[in-house]
Structure formats: C-alpha cells, structure tokens
C-alpha cells in the first residue's frame, strides 16, 4: 500500500465518494446481506482515504468536513434506514428491530470509528469536539431512539402486565430494551428514569391498588397475606431480570404500599380472620407472615402492634369481668382468676418471642395491654391485694401438700414476679402480703425455702427496700427456734418455776418487721401468768435492752375440754382460751362479769363468745340462746357437749384488715410524697409546679401511682411547714427554703 | 412663701393627694427632687419622719385617751372611743387600712408604738387631721398595689395569735369585707363553697392565692388552668363551681 503519490489533493466530494462506497459495503455486511467481508487492503485503503485528506495542505485540509460527513453518514443512516424499519414493526416485534438496529448501530460505529481514526487522535484532540463514538450514538438517540421510545415503553409496559397475570414473555428481549434506555442517557439513569421507569411505577401502582381492593373484599386476612408475600417475591424477581437495579427500591415501596400500608386497618381488623381471631387461634405461621411483611416497612409494624395491644387488652378485659360476674356476695375467685391471668401472659410473650421476633414494639404492647387490666378493681378487691391472697393460699398449700414439686412453685412464683411489674400499687401489694406472711409463719406450716425464694426474686426485681421487712419477719422465725432452744435450757438448768404441765413456747418479734398489732391488758388464767413471767425472767437475762410487748390476738392454745361423754383436745386462740378457763371457777358467768373480770374490748370478747356458744361447736350454753351475744347475756359451761372427733379446732374469724391496709399504706405513701418533694426540691431550689408534680410521679412510680391531688395536698402542707414557698413574681413556681 | 409655677403646684397637689404627706414635706421632698415626682416618692418614702416636740406631745395626749387602763396598749374599748371619735363603724373597712399603716400585729390591739408609728406614716396628729385622712385611706383601697398589700397584710392580723391558719368563720368575715371593695363575683359563691364544703382554717398560702385567682381568672372560668398551681381548696371551689352549674364546662 502506498500513499498517493499525486501531487493533486483530493477533494471533499472525491473522498465522500469513496466513502460513500465503503459504508455501503459496511451496512451490507452488518445487516447480514451478501457481501464479502472487507480485505485487509480495503480496510486499510479506507484509513488511507482519510488520513490524506487530513494532512493535505490548507485549503485542502478536509479534517472538519470529514468529521462533518461522518456526522452525516450516521444521521442519514438513521433516519433513512433504521427509523423506519422500526416504525414499520408493532409489539414485540418492534422491540426485536430496536434491539436488532441498536446493535447494528453499535458496530457501525465501530468500524467508522476506526476508518476515521485520524480524526479522533488530531483533529479532535485539537477542536475539542465530542469524540466519534458519541457523535455516533449521540446520533443514534436523537434520530432514533428520541422517536421511538414512547411506543417502546407502552409496549414493554404492556408486556410486564402479561407476565404479571401469569404469562411467559421474553425476558431477555426487555433486558436488553431497556439496557437501552439506560445507555441512552449518556452516562446518567435520566431517561431510563422519565421515559420508562415513572411511568412503570405508575402502572404498578395503579396494577397493585386494583388488586388490593379485590383482594381485601375477596380474602381472608392469610389469604391476602400469602398474596402479598408472593407479589413482593415476583416483583424482586422482575428486577433481577430485566429491570435496573435501582428500581428495587421504588418498585418495593410502591407494591408495599398499595397491598400493606394503605389497607393495613382493614386487613388487621378482618372479622374472623384478622389480627385477633389469629392470636386467639394460635396461628403461628400466618402471625410469623404477618411480621415478616410489615417490618420492612418503616413503622409498617406500627398498626400491627396497636392490634396486638387491642387485643390483648380485650382479652384481659373479658377475663376480669368472669372474675366480676361469678363473683359471689362480694368473695372473688382469686385463685382462678390469677392463674388465667399468667396463663394468658405466657400465651401472648410466646407470640411476642416467637412470631415477632421478640421487637421490642411488641414488648411495648404487651407491657401497656397488662398495665390496662392488671390495675382494675374486681369486686371490691384490688389486684394488690388478690395477687397477695394468691401467695398465701399457693404456699399454704405447698406447706401442708409436700406432694407438688418445686419447680412448678418456683415458675409460679417467677410468673407472680412478673404481674407485679404491672400492678402499679406495689407498695399496697407488699403491705397485704406482709399481713398474710404474719399469718402464715405464725399459725400455719410454712416452707422456708419457698418463703425465701419469692422474696430474692421480689428483692431482685425491686430493690431491697421493698423485701427488708418481709426477710427480716422470715429471719424472726428462723431465730425464734433457737430461742425456743435457749429457753427449754434455761429450764432445764435452772428449774425456777417451771410453769407445772404446761407447755409453753414463745415467738418473739421484731418490731418494724411486722405489721403493727393491738396489745391488749387482757387478764390471763393464772397458768399462763406463770408462763409469761418465767419467760420474761429468761429473756431479761439474755437481753437488758429490749422490751417485751405482749401479743395475745396472736397466741394460740391447746387446751383439754373435760366434757361428760369424753374428754376433747381444743385448739384455740389465746383470747378464747382465756374465756373457756374463766368458767374453771364458776359453773356461769354473765357478759358483764365476764368483761369485768378479763377486761377485754367489747368487739373482741362479742366475736370470742360467738365462737364458742353460737357457731358450729357449742362449747358454752348461752341463755338466752339467741343468734347473737348481747350484753345482758350469761354463759354456762356446755358439759354435756360432744362431738365424733377427739380434736377440734375453733377457728376465730379474723377482722376485715382491708380498710385498715388501704389506710396504712395511705398514710406511707404521704411520708413518700412528702420526702421525693423535698428531696427534688433542695436539689433544684427552684421549679416550677408542673415539673415538679411529674419528677415527683417519675420517683415514686417503682413503688406506687401517686395521686395528684394528693401531691398538691402535700405541696401545700411543705408550704405551711414552711419548707417551700411560692415565687413572688410567679405563683406557679417553688423554691425551697433552707 | 415662694410663688410656685402652675406645674409645680399641680405636681404639690398629686404629691400630697398620693403621700397624705403635709404641704411642708411635701415641698421638701419635691424641692430635694428637683420636682421630679418619680424622685419624690423615693426621697419621701426614705425619710425618717421629723418628729418635732408639739407632735410628740399631742400624740402621747391622744394616746392616753384611747390607752387601756391596765395594760400599755389601745385595746378593744379604746378602740371603739377611737372608731366614734372619728365617726365610722368599727366593721369599717377603713379600720383596716388604719391598722395596716399602723402595722399592727394583730387585730382590736394596739401598741403604743404601732399607734404612733402610723399617725406619723399618715402625717397626723389630731383627731381632726386622722378624720380628714380617711377618703384618702378608703382611696388606697382602690389602688392595685396597695390593696394587694392591705389584703395580705389583713390574713396576719386577723388571724388568732400564736395560730398558724385563719379561723373560716373570720376569714368569710374579711373576705365579705375586702370584696366589697373589689367586686369580684364569685365571692359569694366561694364563701358558700367553704361553708358547705370545707369547715376548716384557712391556710395563708390559700389566702394569698386567693387573690391572684380573682385577679387574673375570668368568672366564667375561661382561662382557668386545672393543671396549674392553684391550692387544693381552689381547685375544689371551681369543681363545686360546676357541679351547681354556676359555670359551664
């Protein structure tokens, strides 16, 4: 090959003319006619053609019309052959001609490229025009792509709908269609995005919402769900064949939207088979589902907790009033009422770990629906206090039934641990269970290691202050039998009047630790006087420094009832004892004579002689034998009175506490207000009413939900007490006063 | 005795009128201002009062009138000559404003000190002068200020000595009183509220606070705020205010 030798330079219209005649050939060879491929002397002949006319001197330097015919070869290709093919075709089959001419294009450029390669390196480089290969798409978009792109995007649009309603389409055709959209933007997702994915994602919208308001009618709440799950999945699997990635995002939300978030109430509330009837029949999966779809959803679990909450509120609800309703002359059936409450708190916390994945929304939920029912009053009763009678009567019989093992007391116990969280009066829960604890460790069997077990837990949970007095009434007992020991020694060893065929033991207390008792000056038969006084001969020895308050409501007797037909051991309290051995000296006795001589209370002596002369044993005969005891009555030692059994024991009725408790713990609860006031006070100095209330609430509130007006009582007593007074300039803030 | 210019006359005139001060310390006060009024007050108010010996005289003579034979201090009888010398009713919410300028500790008493302090604070000496000062005094009732602090200052006085709380029945007594003054409307309603429902001493804090509530909350309760600082008391006043449908909710 040689280089024209000629000293005559070619002109534009002699080189258009060869040129012409090569991408002739060109196009034949690449729309696949018969054509003989190039030789390498064509080849090269062509990048001859231009190179010359290049650096052909000036006015023969012909490197801008090159670079102008190049520009026009591909314009004239475009509009004269390519766009109409295309126009020509429908459907699908206009995507196959895009497709087709897209890449015909594409080597187009190519080969002109390299056989006006001269350009590129000199011409452009100096001109700082676009370089060939964006002139040729560049071409290429205008003339063709610019034309057709909207039919295009209708029929692609079109052809997605046909796949989603279950047909087969070509995948790999739209992937490469819309590959061309995005080349066609030039380096930006522009016109992917304006001219075919906005107006998909409208389409899907408007697709999905339809669908919804079928589905919604039409399914029940799994049903529609499974749907849900499977459009997503169908919707995800679109983009990873033949949609750009970035659509992921919006397609998602788009189909989230319409199916999940738009019909969420409806969906969650469906009669029957909605969010509640799904909890209430145990459907894990559909529940597991239900959570799977919303919590990729930002705040898409939202309503799906508030549906949980709803129910679960509804449920403790109806279990509260079964309590109220078969709740007869005011005795409710506490027992089983808390049992179906920790069943239900286990039932629903298995939902919550299970199925919803243990977020803590749920666990919000579930916390807010218990604090609902938990607080409210069942006949009368507060749920403080019947949690507490559910203790007592759960170790009471674990004492006497040795049968149940440990581990259901010790998971009941946790589960109790666990209400109390919810129960906003703890302190009126701990007062009750401290009076029932007295109960139990002094008249009944009790297991220490239960006793103990609840009180770590509850100690754990709450702090020590809450459990000090409890533990302290446990550790009393544990010391009273070694003291028992002592006291046996002590007579033993120093055999000073020893009280004759009496058998006496003694409990002493810790003030503080236990719930405040009456004493009484009750006279005492002779027997026990010796007792008591050889007992406090002992404990003075021991201790110098501590006095004994005697607390006979609290004793308990033995005592041989000699009767005509057959001797009966009596077991009895102290107060009643005392009654019976008074009619040791006298055959009859009156009321009066009777108060005279054991100089009890009126109501105490009335409820012991009920027991004795008016209820089921008749230990005393009552003239005259009226229901009730009067104080004109007499009594008379009942002799001819028996019974099958050898032991009887005579229960006396304990006095309603439950005012007295409430009271109490008022009157605490006072003490505390008034304390986290001035503690709050004296470390700010100077707050304003508002705040100071809700710190005052936040303090208090492990312990008890203080009553506002009761705040504002106390606030005004601090002010009288001179401890706070008003800001003169603003009424409505305190300062303290030091 | 200078020619004083129009304004500056006009200037004496408000200063008296305002301090019940004589034309004598009234000029000084003024003259020591350069007759700026504001100053004024400030020179006057600060001043211990001049006591010159005829005063002193004349008004150990009018103590002694009043004084109780037994005891150093005017007592109840002295006061009642007092009230019929001056020709008012011993309920006479003018008492009050007497006592308060007095400082008087408490109520139907006294001291000698107290008696000259406020003779002296009102710039008189006579019977005369005192009777020509009461529309002044009834005047200050009318004034924001000064009856906030005759209203405060009145919880001290008549309360009971060595108590800490107003007895209710004097309390409905005073307020009926001050009230007249002021007008405020729900003042009869309050007094019922506390007979019917309350029956106890009135704590100073509700007393004082009383008062802020008549001053700033409309009688219909528009602008009450349940949440805010009120005494219990008030907060039970405007539930018992609702429950008789004085006001609607």
């Known amino acids: ?738 | 005795m200078h020619k004083l210019s129009r304004s500056n006359r006009d200037k004496l005139q408000q200063f008296v009128a305002i301090t019940g001060a004589s034309d004598k310390n009234a000029l000084q006060a003024l003259k020591a201002s350069d007759w700026q009024l504001e100053a004024a007050f400030d020179v006057f108010y600060s001043q211990p009062q001049p006591r010159s010996n005829g005063d002193m005289r004349r008004l150990e003579e009018l103590y002694n009138r009043y004084k109780d034979p037994y005891s150093d201090m005017i007592l109840a009888e002295g006061i009642s000559v007092l009230c019929s010398d001056l020709q008012v009713e011993p309920q006479d919410i003018v008492t009050l404003v007497l006592s308060w300028h007095m400082n008087a500790a408490t109520a139907c008493e006294f001291s000698k000190e107290e008696f000259f302090g406020g003779l002296q604070a009102l710039g008189v000496d006579s019977i005369g002068k005192l009777q020509e000062k009461l529309s002044f005094m009834r005047s200050e009732l009318k004034d924001e200020q000064k009856f906030h602090e005759i209203y405060n200052f009145a919880f001290g006085w008549a309360k009971e000595k060595g108590q800490k709380s107003l007895a209710l029945d004097t309390a409905i007594g005073m307020w009926q009183l001050l009230f007249a003054e002021r007008e405020w409307p729900l003042v009869n309603h309050w007094c019922d509220f506390l007979q019917d429902r309350h029956n106890k001493a009135i704590s100073k804090d509700t007393w004082a606070q009383l008062l802020e509530f008549a001053r700033t909350v409309d009688p219909a309760l528009s602008n009450y705020d349940a949440e805010g600082a009120w005494p219990y008391l008030i907060d039970e006043f405007v539930e018992y205010l609702y429950d008789k449908s004085v006001v609607e909710k």
């Open chain 1, 1 to 738: 090959m040689s280089s024209r030798q000629n000293p005559e330079p070619m002109t534009i219209e002699e080189g258009c003319k060869l040129i012409d005649a090569a991408v002739t050939k060109l196009t034949r060879i690449i729309e696949g006619k018969p054509e003989p491929p190039f030789a390498s002397h064509e080849y090269i002949g062509n990048y001859t053609i231009v190179y010359n006319m290049c650096i052909q001197k000036p006015p023969y330097d012909l490197s801008g019309q090159l670079y102008e015919k190049y520009g026009a070869i591909f314009q004239d290709y475009d509009k004269d052959t390519i766009l109409p093919s295309i126009m020509e075709k429908h459907d699908e089959y206009m995507l196959r001609e895009l497709s087709r001419w897209s890449d015909i294009n594409k080597i187009m450029v190519r080969w002109l490229s390299h056989f006006f390669y001269y350009l590129d390196r000199y011409y452009i480089a100096r001109s700082g025009n676009s370089s060939l290969t964006v002139v040729g798409m560049t071409c290429f978009r205008d003339h063709v792509y610019e034309k057709v792109h909207f039919n295009v995007k209708q029929v692609v649009i079109a052809l997605i709908h046909k796949e989603r309603e279950g047909q087969q389409i070509d995948r790999a055709l739209l992937k490469n269609v819309l590959d061309l959209f995005v080349q066609n933007g030039m380096g930006n997702m522009e016109r992917y995005e304006k001219d075919f994915e906005d107006f998909f994602l409208t389409e899907t919208n408007s697709y999905y919402s339809r669908k919804a308001s079928r589905w919604i009618q039409e399914d029940s709440c799994p049903e529609y769900m499974i749907k849900a799950e499977e459009s997503l999945k169908k919707e995800k699997e679109r983009v990873s064949h033949y949609l750009h990635s970035d659509t992921e995002p919006k397609l998602l939300k788009n189909v989230q939207t319409n199916l999940l978030v738009l019909v969420a109430k409806q969906l969650l509330e469906k009669e029957n088979s909605g969010c509640s009837a799904l909890l209430r029949d145990d459907k894990t999966d559909d529940l597991s589902r239900m959570y799977r779809l919303y919590h990729e959803i930002p705040e898409g679990l939202e309503p799906v907790a508030v549906a949980f909450r709803l129910h679960v509120t509804a449920e403790g609800n109806s279990l509260i009033k079964q309590a109220e309703d078969a709740a007869t002359s005011g005795i409710v059936e506490e027992q089983v009422l808390v049992r179906k409450i920790i069943d239900l708190h286990d039932k629903y916390m298995a939902y919550v770990t299970d199925c919803f994945q243990n977020h803590t929304l749920f666990h919000k939920a579930l916390k807010e629906a218990f604090e609902i029912f938990c607080n409210k009053k069942v006949a009368g009763s507060s749920s403080a206090e019947m949690l507490a009678t559910f203790c007592d009567n759960l170790f009471k019989k674990a004492a006497n039934d040795k049968s149940n093992d440990d581990s259901t007391i010790e998971s009941t116990i946790d589960n109790v641990v666990k209400l109390l969280d919810y129960i906003s009066d703890k302190d009126l829960f701990a007062e009750f269970y401290r009076k029932k604890l007295a109960r139990r460790l002094l008249f009944g069997r009790f297991s220490d290691d239960h006793e103990r077990s609840i009180l770590t837990k509850l100690k754990g949970q709450f702090g020590g202050q809450f459990t000090s007095k409890m533990e302290g009434m446990v550790t009393d007992m544990q010391l009273g039998k070694d003291q028992q020991t002592g006291f046996e020694e002590y007579f033993k060893n120093t055999n000073t009047g020893k009280p004759k065929g009496v058998d006496f033991t003694v409990t002493v207390l810790t003030t503080g630790f236990w719930p405040s008792y009456k004493t009484s000056d009750l006279n005492l038969p002779l027997e026990m006087v010796n007792c008591i006084e050889s007992f406090k001969a002992h404990y003075e020895i021991k201790t110098k420094h501590r006095r004994l308050m005697w607390i006979y409501s609290l004793g308990n007797c033995n005592l041989t009832g000699r009767f005509d037909a057959k001797p009966i051991e009596l077991i009895v309290s102290t107060y009643q004892a005392a009654v019976l051995c008074a009619f040791n000296n006298t055959e009859r006795l009156t009321y009066q004579e009777l108060i005279d001589q054991l100089n009890l209370g009126h109501e105490d002596l009335v409820r012991v002689l009920h027991s004795l002369s008016c209820a089921k044993y008749k230990f005393l005969k009552k003239e005259p034998a009226s229901k009730t005891i009067s104080k004109t009555d007499s009594f008379e030692f009942n002799s001819k009175f028996t019974d099958k059994m050898r032991r009887i024991k005579v229960p006396l009725p304990p006095v309603d506490d439950r005012k007295k408790v409430v009271e109490d713990v008022d009157k605490d609860r006072r003490y505390a207000i008034d304390a986290s006031l001035v503690r709050i006070m004296k470390s700010r100095k100077v707050l304003p009413h508002q705040q100071l209330v809700s710190e005052c609430v936040e303090q208090l509130s492990r312990m008890f939900k203080p009553d506002i007006k009761m705040i504002k009582k106390r606030i005004e007593d601090l002010i009288s007490r001179d401890y706070l007074e008003r800001d003169t300039e603003n009424p409505s803030t305190f300062k303290y006063v030091a």
